[in-house]
T-cell receptor, first 118, second 112 residues
Framework: EAGVAQSPRYKIIEKRQSVAFWCNPI?????LYWYQQILGQGPKLLIQ????????DSQLPKDRFSAERLKGVDSTLKIQPAKLEDSAVYLC????????????????FGPGTRLTVT | SQKIEQNSEALNIQEGKTATLTCNYT??????LQWYRQDPGRGPVFLLL?????KEKRKERLKVTFDTTLKQSLFHITASQPADSATYLC???????????FGAGTILRVKS
């Protein structure tokens, strides 16, 4: 089966510009996560969707970051305006939803988008 | 606040030896703990999950232990190979919905 797809793989922008990342999860995976991974650190959850609803966006800097998953499949994450400290790898992950309605434990990650803000 | 600590220094071992990586946590009472592998330029890949009522779990050359009293998990790779070289991340759930909090990871280098 195809894995989680992300694009672009790399992006370089100047501070105060805007940028968008795209994610296509594994087919049938209802839960989708966006993580930010700064060099030398573990991934940090930004937002979690289940189908097209937001489950948790408590760690999303909402003054500049936004995310949507309109049809419960693909998702986009946007940063506007970007700051130097946003330089990181942005990872998308997906997981199944179990019969209980809760996401499965195992998360499948895409390759990530490496963002450099200059 | 909740905290996860993994060996910050890289672990360098000789091929064939057993690698042991440590994950310590504080201010958590997790129902389970996960280990992921991450190669450079790639996303993490799930390896193992161990529940709070399991002392040990094995998968091929991998073994994970979980001591809820010590608040520690140990991750072992036996008969290590150069292909095992990667960063290994431990992750604990936070709240509802399998949201994960990751440690910073430990770099493992296996030399032939």
């Amino acid at each position: 089966e195809a894995g989680v797809a992300q694009s672009p793989r790399y992006k370089i922008i100047e501070k105060r510009q805007s940028v968008a990342f795209w994610c296509n999860p594994i087919s049938g995976h209802a839960t989708l996560y966006w993580y930010q991974q700064i060099l030398g650190q573990g991934p940090k959850l930004l937002i979690q969707f289940q189908n097209n609803g937001v489950v948790d966006d408590s760690q999303l800097p909402k003054d500049r970051f936004s995310a949507e998953r309109l049809k419960g499949v693909d998702s986009t994450l946007k940063i506007q305006p970007a700051k130097l400290e946003d330089s990181a790898v942005y990872l998308c992950a997906s997981s199944l939803v179990r019969g209980t309605g809760r996401p499965s434990y195992e998360q499948y990650f895409g390759p990530g988008t490496r963002l450099t803000v200059t | 606040s909740q905290k996860i600590e993994q060996n910050s220094e890289a672990l360098n071992i000789q091929e064939g030896k057993t690698a042991t990586l440590t994950c310590n946590y504080t201010n958590y009472s997790p129902a389970y703990l996960q280990w992921y592998r991450q190669d450079p330029g790639r996303g993490p890949v799930f390896l193992l999950l161990i529940r709070e009522n399991e002392k040990e779990k094995r998968k091929e050359r991998l073994k994970v232990t979980f001591d809820t009293t010590l608040k520690q998990s140990l991750f072992h790779i036996t008969a290590s190979q150069p292909a095992d070289s990667a960063t290994y991340l431990c992750a604990l759930p936070r709240g509802y919905g399998n949201k994960l909090v990751f440690g910073a990871g430990t770099i493992l280098r296996v030399k032939s």
